[in-house]
């Protein structure tokens, strides 16, 4: 009994900031890196295949209350293909990204190094309206206090929207994602006690309501969204003692700013900014789509015409 209180006394000081719950914030890192791209795909393109990269970077810190700060840089390259259908069409790609990152909170620093694997689709209607679904796996090799252990994370999100088009190339866009998946179990030595933490099955909510405005091959486009984390399981046990503490759910808003624009034939540029209005949390991201191949056009059709024979007649 004194040692599961010693236990349970430490738990309720230390582990509420345990390295292993830290790595719940590389599975929201990662669910983002699913959504950006497909946002990306809205821009107009004039071929069927893309090729593309972006550069994100995170940084948050920490001004008031319990430290929660991370800083960070993912790269992140695909490639896409658009196939048309009768009133609609669907874009199909998979992508690789890499993760350098740093957290940390008043127990100490947490290092993370992964790479990630995805595969996207989005399928684009004519009235506008639009779904898409992707899938996401990413292995995390972190260090804590010279601690190594490393953990792995599948993900999947499904999305749903339309854009609305106004006067003078103005449009309005709503969107809603719900993005879910497995953080498996792992296990690091932490001030000499053994944690190990069970499977985690994040539920990620994200709508968003966006205005953007086409200025000849410039798209400008400014975003409110609501985000909601929450999770299941993840319970923590220390030195073989089960504990209740469960990694922290989440609500945050955030303002951001997108700007595509087509610098030569065949390629454009892109950025985006992602602005936390509860937290110094920023998402920046800038990168570069390549076009290539021609992308099947739309079989004209023109009416029958038929010119009657004229009789045979003799010319004098």
Known sequence: MKRLFGVLLSVSFLFGESPLFMQTRYVEIEQNLQRKHLEQI???SLSSWRAWGIVHTKIKKTFIGEQDDCMGVMPQIGVDKEFPLIGSKIFLGVDVSAEMLNSSNS?????????????????????????????????????????????????????VGKRFALPNEYFLQTEFNFGTGILL?????????????????????LGSVSVGKMLGKHQVQTKVKMLYD?????????????????????????????YNAQLLEGSSFYIYADFSALNL??????????????????LMSYPARSLKKLPTTDLQ
């Open 185 to 205: 179990d792992s296990e690091a030595v932490v001030n000499g006690r053994n944690e190990v933490m069970k499977p985690w099955a994040p539920f990620s909510f």
């Open 107 to 159: 127990q100490g620093s947490l290092g993370n190094y992964g790479f990630g694997l995805g595969g996207y689709m989005l399928w684009k209607w004519d009235n506008d309206i639009f779904a898409s679904f992707s899938m996401r796996y990413a292995q995390f090799f972190q260090t804590y206090h010279s601690q190594p252990f490393s953990n792995a994370t599948w993900l999947f999100d499904l999305g």
């Open 281 to 298: 949390d920023v998402n920046l991201g800038v990168g570069i789509k390549v076009e290539f191949g021609f992308k099947q056009s739309d």
């Open 42 to 44: 809205h821009y107009p």
């Open 230 to 258: 929450v999770g299941a399981g993840g319970e923590l046990m220390v030195d073989d003692i089960a504990t209740l503490i469960t990694p922290k759910q989440k609500f945050d808003m955030f303002i951001g700013i997108d």
